[in-house]
Nanobody, 125 residues
Framework: QVRLVESGDGSVQAGGSLRLSCAVS????????MGWFRQVPGKEREGVAT???????VYAGSVKGRVTISQDKAARTMTLQMDTLRPEDTAVYYC???????????????????WGQGTQVTVSS
């Protein structure tokens, strides 16, 4: 069974940076798509950024230019570097993977079927 474990939660002031990591453990599995998602209480989970095994990335408009998603296949990790953080970035952040083959990594959470437990990011003004 595949497990995803996030790390790197924290609190920063607006304008600061945080780096989230997602470690893949368990059965050896090749994912075409992995991504980062976030959710605040009372709102639907939304896609932040996704990355294809081939390296193609997709970013939500609200974070484009401020975050960078990357992966290290050998280390089986995925990271999200977040810069110039804003209070509206405050949320629980989840990493996720799609075990089905896919040529394009959509930002829609419903596409992803393996999820981490989530990690809290708080940005104060």
């Amino acid at each position: 069974q595949v497990r995803l474990v996030e790390s790197g939660d924290g609190s920063v002031q607006a304008g600061g940076s945080l780096r989230l990591s997602c470690a893949v453990s368990g059965d050896t599995y090749r994912f075409d798509c992995m991504g980062w998602f976030r959710q605040v209480p009372g709102k639907e989970r939304e896609g932040v950024a996704t990355i294809h095994t081939g390296g193609f990335t997709v970013y939500a408009g609200s974070v484009k230019g401020r975050v960078t998603i990357s992966q290290d296949k050998a280390a089986r990790t995925m990271t999200l570097q977040m810069d110039t953080l804003r209070p509206e970035d405050t949320a629980v952040y989840y990493c996720a993977a799609n075990t089905r083959q896919s040529p394009y990594c959509y930002l829609a959470p419903a596409v992803y079927n393996v999820w981490g437990q989530g990690t809290q990011v708080t940005v104060s003004s």
